[in-house]
């Protein structure tokens, strides 16, 4: 009988591993991809949420960022599968002068509340998140639902929309 040489041995170890990174860095691609599904599919619930927040208050998108609500829930979940990159995700609520905001730092979100320092007064929300695969997903009261290369949201806060 004759068994395999050590040569043999070697080209076959080593084809399983080639293929093996291969599917590896398949794997990781789809990862990515998947986590940014997430976080577009959360910020779409924050949306419907923040609707329903709006139609059972008076009539007020100011508590959409603060804690304990269903909208800043599913903001949370949206920060949890993104690219957690200091400063990079952010939550905006106004109504008349009155503004709210989180913002993600050291892993958690901060918030603050404040005044308008920017545009008109009115009643508004917006949502924006790094995703994995590089970009942001922003959400507004608006109806906008938008994937953009940058951040446009801005937390000094003078703007409440995506463009």
């Keep these: 009988m004759r068994g395999f040489t050590l040569i043999?041995?070697?080209?076959?170890?080593?084809?399983i591993g080639l293929l093996s990174s291969v599917v590896l860095a398949s794997l990781s691609n789809a990862r990515v991809k998947a986590a940014d599904s997430a976080v577009k599919s959360q910020l779409a619930q924050m949306r419907a949420e923040a609707e329903l927040v709006y139609d059972s208050s008076p009539n007020k998108y100011y508590t959409i960022c603060n804690a304990g609500t269903a909208p800043?829930?599913?903001?949370?979940a949206a920060v949890n599968n993104s690219d957690k990159v200091?400063?990079?995700?952010?939550?905006?609520?106004q109504s008349g002068t009155a503004i709210s905001w989180?913002?993600?730092s050291g892993g958690t979100l901060v918030c603050n509340t404040g005044t308008s320092?920017?545009?008109p007064s009115g009643d508004r929300w917006a949502a924006a998140v790094l995703m994995r695969g590089g970009?942001?997903?922003c959400v507004d009261s608006r109806g906008t639902a938008t994937e953009q290369p940058s951040r446009v949201l801005d937390n000094s806060p003078t703007r409440v929309h995506c463009i």
């Excluded at 043999?8 to 084809?15: A, G, T, W």
């Excluded at 800043?72 to 949370?76: G, I, V």
């Design 102 to 104: 989180c913002f993600s």
């Design 8 to 15: 043999e041995l070697l080209v076959v170890i080593s084809i």
């Design 72 to 76: 800043r829930k599913m903001f949370e």
């Design 135 to 137: 970009g942001h997903f």
């Design 86 to 93: 200091d400063g990079t995700n952010i939550c905006i609520a």
């Design 117 to 119: 320092n920017g545009e």
